[in-house]
T-cell receptor, first 109, second 115 residues
Framework: GQNIDQPTEMTATEGAIVQINCTYQTSGFNGLFWYQQHAGEAPTFLSYNVLDGLEEKGRFSSFLSRSKGYSYLLLKELQMKDSASYLC??????????FGPGTRLSVLP | DSGVTQTPKHLITATGQRVTLRCSPR?????VYWYQQSLDQGLQFLIQ???????AKGNILERFSAQQFPDLHSELNLSSLELGDSALYFC??????????????FGSGTQLSVL
């Protein structure tokens, strides 16, 4: 079966750093995506990992360990506009996107 | 703007009715995906079409059906609607059949309310 776990909610302070974890057990692995979704809006692409290691893109970084079935999204210098849900999605061997439940992040002043 | 167009943005209807949601993918994209997102829940995959053919099927109810037309736009038909069908329905598109790091680009969604 397909199973992706993320914390339901997280809270952090403006200017701080937050790490959002994602663990997965899927029918094969062909890459992992992170998407950001503001309430009532469309998800937008943040990052993609297919090999182990860290991918850095400005204030956002994403890490992958395939052997552990684990990824995290690191957000630095948090801003109020970063308050959103963050969705982890794994592409399985059938090339299907499997989305996790999402983590709702609240950034407080 | 992702380039994916969904209409209508909002739809209010009654139980037992039938509705059609429409999606135009980004220019050049061959795949269209449909997702359902209920309140405070994750994205549930319904179905994918690639170049006019059904490619993958998720947890799509028998009351729901979809198709992709020769111009690559897609329609999702929901019939015998129930209260529990109230949700945000997203369409997404990708360049190819999926995989290989292809990103999904999402439309702004159709908010369906069944009363």
């Amino acid at each position: 079966g397909q199973n992706i776990d993320q914390p339901t909610e997280m809270t952090a302070t403006e200017g701080a750093i937050v790490q959002i974890n994602c663990t997965y057990q899927t029918s094969g692995f062909n890459g992992l995506f992170w998407y950001q979704q503001h309430a009532g809006e469309a998800p937008t692409f943040l990052s993609y990992n297919v090999l182990d290691g860290l991918e850095e893109k400005g204030r956002f970084s994403s890490f992958l360990s395939r052997s552990k079935g684990y990824s995290y999204l690191l957000l630095k210098e948090l801003q109020m506009k970063d308050s959103a849900s963050y969705l982890c999605a794994v592409v399985d061997y059938g090339q299907n996107f499997v989305f996790g439940p999402g983590t709702r992040l609240s950034v407080l002043p | 703007d992702s380039g994916v167009t969904q209409t209508p943005k909002h739809l209010i209807t009654a139980t037992g009715q039938r509705v059609t949601l429409r999606c135009s993918p980004r220019s050049g994209d061959l795949s269209v995906y449909w997702y359902q997102q209920s309140l405070d829940q994750g994205l549930q995959f319904l179905i994918q079409y690639y170049n006019g053919e059904e490619r993958a099927k998720g947890n799509i109810l028998e009351r729901f059906s979809a198709q992709q037309f020769p111009d690559l736009h897609s329609e999702l038909n929901l019939s015998s609607l129930e209260l529990g069908d109230s949700a945000l329905y997203f369409c997404a598109s990708s360049a190819g059949s999926g995989g290989g790091g292809e990103k999904l680009f999402f439309g702004s969604g159709t908010q369906l309310s069944v009363l």
